[in-house]
C-alpha cells in the first residue's frame, strides 16, 4: 500500500513537471516571432504554432490544409513552397526557399526540417519554420539600390555608371564602335543653390536627372549623376540610333523651358556640355570622363550654354594653364610681382590726373606674363587674395613715396577683384594700410566691376558706402561689357565710370558705337560720374572723346604703363 503511494506520488510529481515544462515551451513558442508547422507523417497530424496563424490568418490540421497555405502566397512562388513543404528525396534533412506574400508586401523564408528519430519504431516528425524577411530583404534592396543609384537623382550613380561604361568600351572595341562620353555642367547652379536654397538645388538635380532617366535605353545610351551639378551621358555607337546632335538638341530644348518646383518656383538655366570620344580622346571610362571635364570647364569660360568636343589642343592649353597655376603659385610665395603704372589726363588740358596701378608678372625665366592671362588663374584657385593685398600694399607704398617726393597732387587707381572685395576684412584691410602709410584717402580711388554689384546689394552697398565715407573713390571699370544699365548705377555710391576699350576700338567706325557712347557720357554726367575712356591709342579718339565731353583720357597714344623708374621721370617733367 505505502509502495502504491509513493509511485502514485512520484507519477504526480512526474506530470506537474511535464506540463510545467510543456507550459513553458508552448509561452516561448506562442511569443515567437516565427512560425512553426509540425507535421506528423505517419498519422498526417498537423499542427500550426507561434506566429503561423498571425502571419497567414490560419490553422492547419492536415496535410491537404498546405494548399490552403499556399494560396496566401504569391502564385509565381506556390511552386517552389511545395517543393519545399515537401522534398522529394525522402532522406533530406532540410530544404528552404524564400517568397512572397500574396499582397507583394511580405517576404518569407520557409525552412523544413525532418526530425529523424534514430528509432524507427517511433513516429517521423517533420518541422517547418517560417520566417518574416520582409525588413531584411528591404534593407538589401536598399543597399543594392545604393550600390547602383544616386539617392538624390535616382539615375546610376558614379561607380555604377563607370562599370557600364568600361562594359560599353570593350564592346566597343570588338565591335569597330565610338562612344561619346558627355559630362553635362548646369550653368550658374552655384548661385541658384544660394539665392533658391538646397531643397530647390536638389529638386533641379531631381528633375534634370528624371529627364535624363526616361531617355536610358540599354547597352545604348545610359546617364549618371557624378557629383553636385554634374551629370554624365554615355552614347554607344553615336552614329548610329542615338547620336550626340540629336540628344544635345533635346537637352537645349529641355533647357528653354522653365523647370517648375513643387512649390510653384520656376527656375531657368541652362547646361554646358563637354564630349570626349572613345577611341580619340581616349580608351578607359576615366580618360574620357577627365577629358570631358576639361571641354566643360572650356565650354564654361567661352559663356556657358553650348556643346563643345574635346580637341588635343584644348588638353595642351589646360596643361599650360596647370603649369602656369603652379608657377603662379610660386611667384606669389617669391613675391615675383611688380607694379606698373599707367598715367591719366584730363581731356580739357591734357594735366595729370593720376595712375592706374597695373601688376606684371616676370616668371623665372624673365618672360613677362600679361595679368590678363594669370588674373583670372588667380582668380579661380583664389591665390587673387593674396596678389590683391600685394597690388594695394605696393601702389599705397609707391603713391605715398611719390606724393611726398614731388608733393604733388594726384590719384592712383587700383583693381581690385571681386574676390578680393568680398572677403569681410577687405575694408578694413584697405583702411589700415592707409593709416599704416599715413595716406590722404582722397588721393585714392578702387577700380571695381559690375560682377562685384551682382552680390547682395545690401551688403555690397554696405561696403562702398564705407569706403568713401573714409575718403577713398570708386571707379567701375569695364563699363559696357556687363549688364550695364545705368539706371541700375544709380543705386550704387559711385565716383567714376571708365567707358571700355571695345567701345574706344571701334568709335570712329560706327556711328552705333559713337550714338551709344556719346549717350553713355552724357548720362553718366547728368548723374554726376566722372567719366573716363580708356585704351585710347590716337590723336582722333582722343579729339573726339574730349568733344563728346568725357574727362579723363588713359591710353597708349598719352602713355603706356611705366615702371617705377620712369613714372618718376614723368613726375620730374611735371
Ligand atoms: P584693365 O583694368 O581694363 O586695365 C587696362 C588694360 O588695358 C591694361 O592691360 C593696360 O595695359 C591696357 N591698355 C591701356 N591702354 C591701352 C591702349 O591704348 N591700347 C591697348 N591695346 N591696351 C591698353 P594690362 O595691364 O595687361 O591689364 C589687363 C587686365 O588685367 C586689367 O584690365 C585688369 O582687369 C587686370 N589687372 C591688371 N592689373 C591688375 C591688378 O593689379 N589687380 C587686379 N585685380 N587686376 C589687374
Ligand atoms: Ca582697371
Ligand atoms: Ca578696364
Known amino acids: 500500500m505505502e509502495e502504491r503511494v509513493y509511485q502514485f506520488d512520484l507519477l504526480k510529481a512526474q506530470n506537474a513537471k511535464l506540463s510545467k515544462s510543456e507550459r513553458i515551451y508552448r509561452i516561448i513558442c506562442e511569443s515567437s516571432d516565427y512560425g512553426y508547422i509540425y507535421q506528423n507523417l505517419a498519422s498526417d497530424e498537423v499542427l500550426t504554432f507561434g506566429s503561423f496563424e498571425k502571419m497567414f490568418g490560419l ?6 490544409d498546405f494548399y490552403e497555405f499556399t494560396e496566401r502566397l504569391n502564385a509565381e512562388d506556390r511552386n517552389m513552397v511545395l517543393d519545399t513543404l515537401f522534398p522529394e528525396e525522402k532522406d533530406e534533412m532540410l530544404a ?22 534514430d528509432n524507427p519504431d517511433l ?44 562594359g560599353m568600351l570593350q564592346n566597343a572595341e570588338k565591335e569597330g564602335c565610338k562612344v561619346s562620353l558627355l559630362m553635362i555642367d548646369i550653368d550658374d547652379f552655384k548661385k541658384i543653390n544660394d ?32 557629383n553636385n551639378d554634374i551629370f554624365c551621358v554615355a552614347i554607344y555607337d553615336p552614329k548610329g540610333a542615338y547620336s550626340v546632335e540629336n540628344f544635345y538638341k533635346g537637352l537645349r530644348e529641355r533647357f528653354d523651358q522653365p523647370f517648375i518646383m513643387s512649390t510653384g518656383v520656376e527656375i531657368r538655366t541652362t547646361a554646358s556640355v563637354g564630349v570626349a570620344e572613345y577611341p580619340d580622346s ?58 606698373y603704372f599707367q598715367p591719366q589726363y584730363y581731356s580739357c588740358n591734357r594735366q595729370l590726373r593720376g595712375f592706374e596701378a597695373l601688376i606684371r608678372w616676370k616668371d623665372e625665366t624673365g618672360k613677362m606674363i ?22 594695394v600694399d605696393e601702389s599705397l607704398k609707391q603713391y605715398k613715396r611719390w606724393s611726398d617726393y614731388y608733393g604733388k597732387k594726384f590719384k592712383v587707381s587700383i583693381n581690385i577683384s571681386a574676390l578680393q572685395y568680398k572677403r569681410d576684412d577687405f575694408v578694413e584691410s584697405v583702411m589700415e594700410l592707409l593709416d599704416k602709410y599715413d595716406i590722404d584717402p582722397s588721393g585714392v580711388e578702387l577700380e571695381i566691376t559690375e560682377s562685384i554689384l551682382i552680390d547682395d546689394f545690401d551688403v555690397v552697398t554696405e561696403k562702398l558706402t564705407r569706403i568713401r565715407n573714409y575718403g577713398v573713390s570708386i571707379s567701375l571699370d569695364d563699363f559696357g561689357t556687363g549688364y550695364s544699365s545705368l539706371s541700375y548705377l544709380k543705386k550704387f555710391p559711385i565716383d567714376t565710370l571708365k ?33 573716363i575712356a580708356e585704351g585710347v591709342e590716337n590723336e582722333r579718339q582722343f579729339n573726339y572723346l574730349a568733344s563728346a565731353g568725357c574727362d579723363v583720357i588713359q591710353g597708349f597714344y598719352l602713355g603706356k604703363p611705366l615702371p617705377p623708374d620712369k613714372v618718376e621721370e614723368l613726375l620730374n617733367d611735371l
Request: net charge negative; proline share 2%; aromatic share 8%.
Open 195 to 226: 539665392v533658391r536654397g538646397i531643397i530647390i538645388g536638389d529638386e533641379l538635380l531631381e528633375q534634370v536627372g528624371s529627364y535624363l532617366k526616361n531617355l536610358m535605353v540599354k547597352d545604348k545610351l545610359i546617364c549618371c549623376h557624378i
Open 499 to 531: 567707358v571700355d576699350k571695345s567701345f574706344i576700338d571701334t568709335l570712329l567706325d560706327d556711328a552705333s558705337t559713337r550714338i551709344i557712347t556719346e549717350s553713355i557720357l552724357n548720362m553718366s554726367h547728368a548723374m554726376g560720374f566722372e567719366t
Open 282 to 339: 581616349g580608351i578607359s571610362a576615366l580618360d574620357l570622363i577627365n577629358c570631358a571635364d576639361i571641354v566643360v570647364y572650356k565650354c564654361k569660360k567661352n559663356g556657358k550654354n553650348n556643346l563643345e568636343y574635346f580637341k588635343a589642343p584644348i588638353l595642351d592649353d589646360f596643361l599650360k594653364n596647370v603649369d602656369l597655376e603652379n608657377k603662379l603659385k610660386t611667384a606669389v610665395f617669391d613675391n615675383n610681382f611688380m607694379m
Open 370 to 391: 600679361p595679368p590678363s592671362v594669370f588674373i583670372p588663374i588667380a582668380e579661380k584657385n583664389g591665390l587673387i587674395v593674396s596678389i590683391g593685398h600685394f597690388v
Open 96 to 117: 528552404s526557399c524564400e517568397c512572397r506574400s500574396l499582397d507583394d508586401h511580405s517576404w518569407f523564408r520557409i525552412i523544413t526540417r525532418l526530425e529523424d528519430n
Open 123 to 166: 513516429e517521423m516528425d517533420k518541422i517547418i519554420t517560417i520566417v518574416n524577411i520582409t525588413r531584411e530583404k528591404s534593407q538589401n534592396s536598399e543597399l543594392l539600390y545604393m550600390a547602383y543609384y544616386d539617392t538624390t537623382t535616382g539615375i546610376y550613380n558614379r561607380n555604377y555608371f563607370v562599370s557600364l561604361l568600361t
Open 59 to 64: 490553422r492547419l490540421h492536415s496535410t491537404a
